[in-house]
Every structure is written in structure tokens, then in C-alpha cells.
């Protein structure tokens, strides 16, 4: 069986040696004469399994006991609204920077809720960008700021992070732990797990417990962040299977290293704007300082162009590169679980390509 170097934005490649634990212990999971899948929620199995991956993503994240560790079916998504649900009060004003398509959703959710200061936007620019901090206008006593950390579509990156009086959330959808980040600035982050943890459908939470409690208690209990946090992200059957291979990743970033997947990541986007760049065929999207390490996003000199690029490189065994339908180009989406030799072949595949088309 030879497995493709699959480039998809999200759901996205998994470490192999993930897909064969779980393939090794889907029918017998650790000698329990069943699968992990088919295990109760309160059970042992699964109890220890949850637990393993509480601890190892706090301590990959580096936090205190301060924080929750949560794990939420409905995905990002679901945090779009269950975040103002929570602490987008009446008369209150939540500050959301509009750096693309994504932070452009969350808005949109938060706006059913109330009330939204849109304190930049960027979400329209070409080159595609993030707004530097000074552009940010901040209202006075906001309930919290927003920010997008990676917009998966565009390609930008923030590389550094506002500072807030106001609780700092950030939808890290795209970029969590690929890099190094103080999450200690964070009141609250978010991932849609399907990037760089796991399966599609469930969203990994890191919350301060005291913001938890100012959460609005009139709000149905599960999307209540405090009582997530009071029963363990287990308020109903959670996504145990999902969790589980969550679990086995965290176990692996922690085998491999965050500095040396960080190391990495850097590399393997290096590779692909230093094809972009050789010359002038391809056009990266992204401004050069907001360049995104998971995302790396561009155009050859023609729709036409494109298109052939895409189809050529599919039938040379690299899935995935179509730019999202919204905005065209290519794409090619390199996380943590990305094997280097793939992002290198697909940069060699750049400049062959070129020299027979430029
Ligand atoms: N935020 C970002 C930055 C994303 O890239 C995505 C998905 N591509 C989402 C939110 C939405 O995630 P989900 O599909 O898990 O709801």
C-alpha cells in the first residue's frame, strides 16, 4: 500500500505510526478483549486514556493548574459560539480582529450572540495579512479579545501576539503546537483538532479556570465551560476514539520533541518559499512577515497553470494542493505530522515544474 503525501488543509495527515497503533489495537485495546471505540466512557481503559491525554497536552502546552484542558465535540466551530455563549455578555463588547475567512466566522457567531468591535480587518488584503498590533483599536473593558493565530485559508500567520488588558483568545485551529508560543498570555485558546491532533470533530480547549467561572450559568449546561471543566469534558459521551488518537499524538510530539517539530516545521516551509521565491513564476499569497509555517499559500502565473500544477503533482503522489475554493491558487498544508522528505519532494516537484513551464 503506498500512502500519498497527502497536503490537505484539514482532516489532515496523522503520524504513521499513530495509524498503526491504533490500526494494532483497534479489535483488542490493551488487552481488554475490545476496542477503545467500543469502551465505556467511565471505564478504566478510557478513564486512563483521557487522563494520559489531559496531562500530556498541558504539559506540551507548558501550563499551570490553572488552566482546563478540555476536549469538545463540534469542533472549532463549535467554539465560535460556545465562546460568546460564555462570556459575551448583555451590554458587554467583545474585541475580534478580522484577519480572514476564519476570524470572519467566528464574528459571525459571536454577532448572534452581541455585541462585536471589529478592532481590525484585515481579511480582504492582498497580499493576505495579519494586522500589526498597533492597528488594533481596542474598545475600553471589552469582555475579551479574538484573534485568529493562523488563517488556514490565506496562508497568514501572526508571528507575535497582542498584548490585552482584556482576556486574549485565540483560535489556534491551524498552528497549535507547531511552534514555540508562551501560552501563559492566553486566557483562553482553541483547536479544531483535525490539523495537528487528530480526527475532524472534536476541538481541543485550554481555558483559565477563574475566566471559566465568569461564564454565563443561564446558558444550557454543556456548552457551559465550567461544567465542562467540572466533569472532565465527560458532561455526555465524549469522543472517546477521538480523544484516544489525540492521546497517541500528544505521545508522540512528546517522543519527538516539540523543539526539534518546531525545528522542522520552519525547515519544511523553507523549502517551499525558497521554490516560490527563486524566482518570479510563482507569486506567494502571504505577506513575506506574516508567511504562515503550516499553510504555505500561492499562484503560478496563470488559473490555467495552476490547474495543471495541481493535476501533475496529483498524479505524482502529492494530494491535496487545490487552493480553497474561496481564493484559487495552491496550498500546501504542512503540519507537525508532514514527514520532511514529502515538503522536500514537493519543493524539488516546484522548481521541475517551473523549469518546464516558466
Ligand atoms: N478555525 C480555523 C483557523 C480553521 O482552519 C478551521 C477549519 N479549517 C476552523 C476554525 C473550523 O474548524 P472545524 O471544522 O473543526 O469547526
Known amino acids: 500500500m503506498a500512502r500519498l503525501y497527502n497536503f490537505s488543509a484539514g482532516p489532515a495527515t496523522l503520524p504513521e505510526e499513530v495509524l498503526n497503533q491504533v ?30 491525554a489531559v496531562a500530556n497536552y ?3 502546552l507548558g501550563l499551570g493548574d490553572d488552566y482546563a484542558v478540555l476536549f469538545l465535540a463540534g469542533g472549532a466551530t463549535g467554539q465560535f459560539a460556545m465562546l460568546p455563549m460564555n462570556f459575551l455578555g448583555a451590554g458587554q463588547t467583545a474585541d475580534y480582529v478580522n484577519s480572514g475567512a476564519w476570524a470572519g466566522k467566528a464574528i459571525k ?6 455585541q462585536v468591535n471589529v478592532a481590525a480587518d484585515t481579511s480582504t488584503d492582498s497580499p493576505t495579512r495579519m494586522p500589526a498590533h498597533d492597528e488594533l483599536k481596542l474598545t475600553d473593558d471589552a469582555a475579551y479579545l479574538h484573534i485568529c493565530s493562523n488563517e488556514t485559508i490565506s496562508g497568514a500567520q501572526l508571528k507575535t501576539f497582542p498584548q490585552s488588558t482584556a482576556p486574549l483568545i485565540v483560535d489556534m485551529s491551524s498552528d497549535i503546537l507547531s511552534r514555540p508560543v508562551d501560552y501563559s498570555q492566553f486566557s483562553m485558546i482553541y483547536a479544531g483538532a483535525q490539523k495537528n491532533l487528530g480526527p475532524a470533530g472534536v476541538a481541543l480547549v485550554v481555558i483559565r479556570k477563574e475566566l471559566a467561572e465568569t ?41 519527538e520533541g516539540p523543539e526539534n517539530v ?20 510563482y507569486t506567494g499569497a502571504a505577506q513575506l512577515d506574516c508567511r504562515s509555517d503550516m499553510n504555505v499559500t500561492f499562484t503560478t502565473p ?35 505530522a508532514m514527514p ?17 513551464k516558466g
Open 302 to 336: 496563470s488559473a490555467e497553470l495552476d490547474a495543471m500544477m495541481i493535476a501533475e503533482a496529483g498524479e505524482a503522489g502529492f494530494s491535496g494542493l487545490k487552493g480553497h475554493r474561496s481564493v484559487g491558487g495552491l496550498r500546501a498544508s504542512i503540519y507537525n
Open 215 to 255: 461564564g454565563n450559568q443561564k446558558i444550557p449546561s454543556i456548552f457551559r465551560y465550567s461544567n465542562q471543566i467540572a466533569n472532565d469534558s465527560l458532561v455526555n459521551t465524549p469522543p472517546t476514539f477521538s480523544i484516544y488518537i489525540m492521546s497517541l499524538v500528544s505521545r508522540w510530539l512528546l517522543k
Open 23 to 52: 490500526r494494532d489495537e483497534l479489535l483488542d485495546y490493551d488487552g481488554t478483549g475490545m476496542s477503545i471505540m467500543e469502551s465505556s466512557h467511565r471505564g478504566k481503559p478510557y478513564a486512563a486514556v483521557h487522563a494520559e
Open 262 to 281: 518546531y525545528a522542522r516545521n520552519v525547515e519544511k516551509a523553507g523549502w517551499l518559499y525558497e521554490s516560490i521565491d527563486a524566482d518570479d513564476f
Open 58 to 60: 498541558s504539559k506540551l
Open 109 to 114: 457567531e459571536a454577532k448572534t450572540v452581541g
Open 340 to 356: 520532511a522528505e514529502g515538503v522536500k519532494a514537493l519543493a524539488d516537484f516546484m522548481v521541475d515544474f517551473r523549469q518546464r
